[in-house]
């Protein structure tokens, strides 16, 4: 089942530079989108989402973009602070209330 | 900030026998989940709850899993005989409204079966 997928299993980034993850799905019934951060020995911790009838969304130093047409999409972080280090998945959902299929995840370094 | 809270944080288990993996949910929180993630591999839904039943399942989720929320603030996982596969983080979750708005996930368990 490979209807999230994460093609970067890590990136590695300067602190203060901009971090780019990306995300491709499959299903087009997908309708929301979810960013999901993990530290080693802890559970995964809800960052931003993003709806199907949106574009963008911006939280902070956290922007996910969506483009549809393209089944893709991503997220910045700007800048990017060694905080920020950990396993990055990106989720989707296709109905209220309903499971979340996750991608790989990829795997961020910021180097100070 | 309100957590979920999942106990124990390691279960070691001999393979055929059962576990119940124990989660405190928020406690305004209406939906519930159970995921897994097997060492190496992507986090999965194994099941959803709501109103007190079942809302969705997974295939993983066979007869050998069961959900119950017993006492309306513990949410548990019970495994009735274990198999070897079966070892992974498992990760309780709660949501306010559904997914769409974020869940919030537990510590989660490490179960390994020996």
């Known amino acids: 089942d490979q209807q999230v997928k994460q093609n970067s299993p890590s990136l590695s980034v300067q602190e203060g530079r901009i971090s780019i993850l990306n995300c491709d799905y499959t299903?087009?019934?997908?309708?929301?989108f979810l960013w999901y951060k993990k530290y080693p020995a802890e559970g995964p911790t809800f960052l931003i989402s993003i709806s199907s009838i949106k574009d963008k969304n911006e939280d902070g130093r956290f922007t996910v973009f969506l483009n549809k047409s393209a089944k893709h999409l991503s997220l910045h972080i700007v800048p990017s602070q060694p905080g920020d280090s950990a396993v990055y998945f990106c989720?989707?959902?296709?109905?209220?209330?309903?499971?979340?299929?996750f991608g790989a995840g990829t795997i961020l370094r910021v180097k100070s | 900030e309100p957590e979920v809270t999942q106990t124990p944080s390691h279960q070691v288990t001999q393979m055929g026998q059962e576990v119940i993996l124990r989660c405190v949910p928020i406690?305004?929180?209406?939906?519930f989940y159970w995921y897994r993630q097997i060492l190496g591999q992507k986090v999965e839904f194994l099941v959803s709850f709501y109103n007190n039943e079942i809302s969705e399942k997974s295939e993983i989720f066979d007869d050998q899993f069961s959900v119950e929320r017993p006492d309306g603030s513990n949410f548990t996982l019970k495994i009735r005989s274990t198999k070897l596969e079966d070892s992974a983080m498992y990760f309780c979750?709660?949501?306010?409204?559904?997914?769409?708005?974020?869940?919030?996930f537990g510590s989660g368990t490490r179960l390994t079966v020996v």
């Open positions: 979750a709660s949501s306010v409204l559904g997914s769409n708005y974020g869940y919030t």
């Open positions: 406690s305004n929180h209406l939906y």
């Open positions: 299903n087009s019934m997908f309708d929301y």
């Open positions: 989720a989707a959902s296709g109905e209220y209330g309903n499971k979340l299929v």
